[in-house]
């Protein structure tokens, strides 16, 4: 994961007593705890996106948003020669945990904001949207509907599978929101390899939503540890709102 950001040093103190305000702990965040797999029967629609096949080293996190389509990050399926992996390689195994799973299916499509791949971490534009070869049914994992930011109340959770624990899902349930723009959103939780396009879930009205994708980490600022990417009006328009 790449990062890079700047900020003016009235943004930074506003950061940095933001986090302190929110994490009571001079900015610190604690380590992610792993989850139960009772609690994995709560998460069954976040898996992990494997290029190639179950063995892929490279791995993500994405989400089911419909029972056919799967949210993440761009650059989970752009090759490093700018263009995406074919579809039908990109694989999603939902409920991943410890070789068990619920449904694994393969891409027969992939959209990008704007038509076109910008697999660049940490920009606004890394998202992607896989079409799924054949759906995975509500009863076996039931899809997570976006949410606007501003209706949902931090701090924020991220749930993924690091690469450091690829095989159960690891919930950092502080993360806090220390800066925002249109598209982008930094955050106060660290993140590894295999966090991204993981869900940055809030609640709204008592159900967890996705609010944004992580991206990147970040190494150069003292309070932001990240960077998560906000869905757009005219992404959102790609996936059908929940019945």
């Not at 959770?157 to 899902?169: E, F, K, N, Q, T």
């Not at 939780?189 to 709204?204: E, K, M, Q, T, Y």
Request: include cysteine; proline fraction near 9%.
């Amino acid at each position: 994961m790449h990062s890079a950001i700047k900020n003016s040093a009235a943004a930074a103190l506003f950061l940095a007593l933001s986090a302190l305000a929110a994490a009571g702990q001079s900015g610190r965040t604690p380590l992610p705890d792993i989850l139960s797999d009772a609690d994995h029967e709560n998460w069954r629609a976040i898996g992990r996106i494997n290029v190639g096949g179950f063995r892929s080293k490279s791995t993500c996190t994405g989400t089911l948003v419909a029972v056919d389509l799967v949210l993440t990050a761009a650059h989970c399926v752009v090759a490093g020669t700018g263009l995406p992996y074919p579809p039908e390689q990109v694989h999603f195994v939902a409920g991943w945990l410890r070789g068990g799973f619920v449904a694994h299916r393969t891409g027969s499509a992939i959209t990008f904001p704007g038509g076109t791949p910008d697999a660049t971490p940490g920009r606004g534009q890394d998202l992607a949207l896989i079409q799924l070869a054949e759906p995975v049914a509500a009863d076996k994992a039931t899809p997570v509907p976006l949410g606007w930011m501003g209706e949902a109340e931090p701090p924020f959770s991220l749930i993924a599978y690091r690469r450091d624990r690829p095989h159960a899902l690891s919930n950092q349930p502080d993360c806090h929101p220390l800066s925002k723009t249109d598209q982008m959103l930094g955050l106060s939780c660290p993140v590894v390899s295999g966090n991204s396009g993981a869900p940055v879930l809030g609640r709204i009205n008592g159900q967890w939503h996705v609010l944004a994708v992580m991206s990147a980490s970040v190494n150069r600022s003292q309070w932001i540890k990240s960077l998560a990417v906000i869905p757009d009006a005219a992404f959102r328009a790609l996936i059908p709102a929940p019945d």
